[in-house]
C-alpha cells in the first residue's frame, strides 16, 4: 500500500458552487479523519470516522460540510455552496485503532473564487 | 479544550549544526505527542512521536524530550542537512479519550548552506 491517497489535488471553484473530495485511506486502516489547513496554520480537525460511523464532528464543520464514508473504506467531504472562506487545504489521514499514529494524505488545495 | 503553543516560527541554522524548537501544551490529560514535517505541497509526514510514559526518544539525527510536570515537548535535529528544510508542527492528542490531534501552529526551518 502507498499511503493515504486524496483526489483531487486541486480544485478550483466559484463562490456558491458545491465540491467533493475524495480520500483512500491505508488499506488496513480502521479510522478515518479529515482536517483543513489555512496557510501559515497547522491542521485543524474536522471530524472522523471509525469504519463507517461518524464519531465526532467538529464545530468548525457547519451545516454546509457533510462528510460520508458509506463502506468503512473510502471517504468523502462535500461543500455546499462554497465560500471563499472555505479555501483551504484538505487533509485526510487514517490510522489503525486509537493507539494515535495518524498517516495524512497528500490533500487537496481548494480555491474558491 | 487542548491549546498548543509552538515557537520560534522560524528558526535557521547553519548546515551541520543542531536545531530546537519547543512546544508546550494545556490539557495535563494528553500524553500523546507527536511531531510532523510538511515539505511544500505536500502533507503532513510523521517523523517521531513520544508517549506520556517516556520522557525522551530518539531516532538517528532527531530526538524529542517531554516533561510532563511543565506541559512541555522539544524536537532536536542534530547534524542539520539541506533536506530538512521544511515547516515542523508539533501536536498533542490524548487516545482512547479525545483522538483528534491539536496542532502547533508550526516552524519553517531553514538549513543555510
Known amino acids: 500500500d502507498t499511503g493515504v491517497s486524496q483526489d483531487p489535488r486541486h480544485k478550483i471553484t466559484k463562490r456558491g458552487q458545491n465540491v467533493t473530495f475524495r480520500c483512500d485511506p491505508i488499506s488496513e486502516h480502521n479510522r478515518l479523519y479529515w482536517y483543513r489547513q489555512t496557510l501559515g496554520q497547522g491542521p485543524e480537525f474536522l471530524t472522523y470516522?471509525?469504519?463507517?460511523?461518524?464519531?465526532?464532528k467538529s464545530r468548525l464543520l457547519s451545516d454546509r460540510f457533510s462528510a460520508e464514508r458509506p463502506k468503512g473504506s473510502f471517504s468523502t467531504l462535500e461543500i455546499q455552496r462554497t465560500e471563499q472562506g472555505d479555501s483551504a487545504m484538505y487533509l485526510c489521514?487514517?490510522?489503525?485503532?486509537?493507539?494515535?499514529?495518524?498517516?495524512f494524505g497528500p490533500g487537496t488545495r481548494l480555491t474558491v473564487t | 479544550g487542548e491549546n498548543v503553543e509552538q515557537h520560534p516560527s522560524t528558526l535557521s541554522v547553519q548546515e551541520g549544526d543542531s536545531a530546537v524548537i519547543k512546544c508546550t501544551y494545556s490539557d495535563s490529560a494528553s500524553n500523546y505527542f507527536p511531531w510532523y514535517k510538511q515539505e511544500l505541497g505536500k502533507g503532513p509526514q510523521l517523523i517521531i512521536d513520544?508517549?506520556?510514559?517516556?520522557g525522551e526518544k530518539k531516532d538517528q539525527r532527531i530526538a524529542v524530550t517531554l516533561n510532563k510536570t511543565a506541559k512541555h515537548f522539544s524536537l532536536h535535529i542534530t547534524e542539520t542537512q539541506p533536506e530538512d528544510s521544511a515547516v515542523y508542527f508539533c501536536?498533542?492528542?490524548?487516545?482512547?479519550?479525545?483522538?483528534?490531534?491539536?496542532f502547533g501552529k508550526g516552524t519553517r526551518l531553514h538549513i543555510l548552506p
Open positions: 470516522f471509525q469504519n463507517e460511523a461518524q464519531l465526532e
Open positions: 513520544i508517549r506520556s510514559n517516556v
Open positions: 489521514a487514517s490510522s489503525l485503532g486509537a493507539q494515535g499514529e495518524q498517516y
Open positions: 501536536a498533542a492528542s490524548m487516545p482512547l479519550i479525545d483522538d483528534k490531534i491539536i
